[in-house]
């Protein structure tokens, strides 16, 4: 008691204050024990455990020094705190020190926890689009094999396309690499040269280009302009023909942007050239027609009269003497003046003609009758392929043997000086309405620059005094006042032995009773 005031009750207030303190602290560091468990990565409940753990210890230190005094005053032992009291406040001193140091280190503390939280948050934005990403990869692994599937099936077709074009192209399609060799080519292109697939392969531009200047152009127009649009250029066939293409080319080009090569269309215009030359000569043919008619009339009156006088002038001189001898001369090379004004009229179509049925059977029978012994006399074999169906024409039968006599002693001559060969005679009931005669032979054929001019008037590859050069264009004549038509072809094309030496002329008439024939059509082509 001091003055008079009791003691008890401030030293129970302490001892239970005291008391409090160690329980309260004790429950602050297990509950915030408890949430930093929960969220081991959070810095606030780190730094929370921290603290209660650092003031527990100071509160157990300093609670127990007052608990340890008030008992020892109480029980008589003043002297043994006294001892022991600077031990106590020591200890108060090294804890509370404990307590600012975790509190003066809290601000460092926070500016750490913020630099975690906002690295923290990076990597949650990049796991988030780490996230996002795997499932757009997800779903293009899902997708994957089916969208390969559909652009494979797309290639294919694209592909199935392209080589259906490129196979069935009747036109040359091939390319060639920087080096200008053929590494690929369509059997059309391969037709057309006149090869075999094994035979071509490698070919070079220069084997089958007829003129190198036409290569030099063919490069320097791709590697100026990457394409080249219908160049007229010659093609060297493997037989040594040459032929007409119209060429068409598109340059391929590498990555580093130089050409490695090039695609290439060639079309054949041998033919069309031909026929549009045989066009203009058959136009040309016409107005000559004209004016053969018109001349052969003015001539065969005087020649008439020459011919008359002259044999009347033989009767006033005897047999065998100069003047009668030249006379006879005068007669001789007026008829055949005469018989050359005759097929001039033939050629114009201005003698009259009559029309009946006839079998072009027998009208080649009659022909082969007068002819086939002079042809074997040649060594020349005659092979007959006759059409069962009798081919029966509305036509001059004399005029159409002519014209069959003409066509075979013209393959008769083309053969005597090989000393032999053959001739093919066909018929045939062909399509629409038509009767077609072929006549063949094996002889050396026609040149390429004279097949555009065999039905043209007074032409002939024959010596001086041999032939007049009317045969064919009387024919030609003939052939068109039925209403049909005449081809002829040289090398020949079989479909058995590819390209052969020889001509084949091919007739098409009209078959009597078709709905379709027509007199004075259009009738040459080549």
Sequence with gaps: MIAGIPLFPAILVDIIGSAANIAFAFLAWRHARSLSRRQPGNFVWGYLFYVTFAIAAFTISRAVGHLVKQFLLIAGHAEVWYVISPYSGGFNTLFMISVAAVMIFYHKGVQAY?????????LKNANRELEAAATQLQNLNQTLEQKVEERTEELSQSEKKFRHLFSASKDMVFFCDS??????????GFEMLGYRREEGTGLALMDFFTDPAGIDEFCRRLSD????KDLDLGFLRSDGTAISVLLSATAIFGEDGGMIGAEVIAKDLTKLKIMMEQLAASEKMASIGQMAAGVAHEINTPLGIILGYSQLLMDDFAEGSEAYQSLQVIERQTKASRKIVADLLKFSRQSGSSREDVNINDILGDVMAVTEHTLGLSHIQVRRDL???KPIVVGDAEKLRQVFVNLITNAHHAMLEQGGGEILIRTANGENGTVMVEVRDSGHGIAEKNLAKIFDPFFTTKPVGQGTGLGLSVSYGIIHAHGGTIEVESPVHDPQRGTVAGTLFRIRLPQSGYEGQQADSPAMSV
């Excluded at 913020?114 to 990076?122: H, R, S, T, V």
């Excluded at 080096?179 to 059309?188: I, K, Q, T, W």
């Excluded at 302009?225 to 080249?228: C, L, P, S, V």
Aim: no cysteine.
């Design 114 to 122: 913020e630099a975690l939280e906002n690295e923290a948050g990076k």
């Design 179 to 188: 080096a200008n060799r053929v590494v690929d080519m369509n059997d059309s």
């Design 225 to 228: 302009d990457g394409y080249i």
């Design 387 to 389: 059409a069962a169906e």
